[in-house]
């Protein structure tokens, strides 16, 4: 079992930015960990992912340009946000993956979650 701890987060202008921590109890068995978002009365949405042993990483299409995803040399995933826009306001969780053929934008392949953290953006 992994735990996912999540920072960062809250209400900020457009065209600001904000990061989020994500912080994992044991990385040695996960394969892939991923932000997702969810806004009111909406499907969860994938944010991003990186393949944790070799740091690649990958953007959803609404964030590309503005998200960027990156690791530290423990066992923390961070999303750092640019540019940001009302349309961005959501609920963002952080999940994590020991399955090696994790279909990484997919929410369903992901077993372990953090608590959820709210991003608001103003207009």
């Known amino acids: 079992q992994v735990q996912l701890v999540q920072s960062g987060g809250g209400l900020v202008q457009a065209g600001g930015s904000l990061r989020l921590s994500c912080t994992a109890s044991?990385?040695?068995?996960?394969?892939?960990m991923g932000w997702f978002r969810q806004a009111p009365g909406k499907e969860r949405e994938f944010v991003g992912a990186i393949r944790w042993s070799y740091g690649r990483t990958y953007v959803g299409d609404s964030v590309k340009g503005r998200f960027t995803i990156a690791k530290d040399t423990e066992n923390t995933m961070y999303l750092q946000m640019n540019s940001l826009k009302p349309e961005d306001t959501a609920v963002y969780f952080c999940?994590?993956?020991?399955?090696?053929?994790?279909?990484?934008?997919?929410?369903?392949?992901?077993?372990?979650w953090g608590q959820g953290t709210q991003v608001t953006i103003s207009s």
């Open positions: 999940a994590a993956s020991p399955i090696w053929e994790t279909s990484f934008s997919n929410a369903a392949d992901y077993p372990y």
């Open positions: 044991d990385t040695f068995s996960i394969y892939y």
